[in-house]
């Protein structure tokens, strides 16, 4: 299902996914790292293309900040694109498709 990922060397990385058009939802919810639960440091987020369009972009994810959970339409997706800002720090789990 994997087409393709990688960072763009500012600490951004992203992954593509072949969905063709085959999933109607997007389920998940957007963490923190564990290792840098108490540290100060800049909001990072996660945003969600599909077919180049933004579907969904998180809140600003800081220290101390609860986990986040969404749900998006996929229905119409044929490429879907996860992009996480400095990936040290988020993490996108419990990541469910739904037909």
Not at 7 to 19: F, K, P, R
Not at 32 to 48: A, K, M, S, W
Request: proline share 1%; hydrophobic share 30%.
């Amino acid at each position: 299902m994997i087409r393709k990922g990688g960072t763009d060397g500012h600490g951004q990385s992203w992954q593509e996914y072949n969905l063709d058009k085959k999933y109607s939802e997007l389920r998940g919810r957007v963490v923190l790292n564990y290792d840098f639960r108490i540290q100060t440091n800049e909001g990072v987020c996660l945003c969600i293309y599909g077919d180049e369009n933004l579907l969904y972009q998180s809140e600003e994810v800081k220290a101390g900040c609860e986990p986040s959970d969404f749900s998006i339409d996929i229905s119409d997706v044929t490429t879907l694109k996860v992009v996480i800002q400095e990936e040290s720090m988020l993490r996108f789990v419990d990541c469910i498709l739904y037909k």
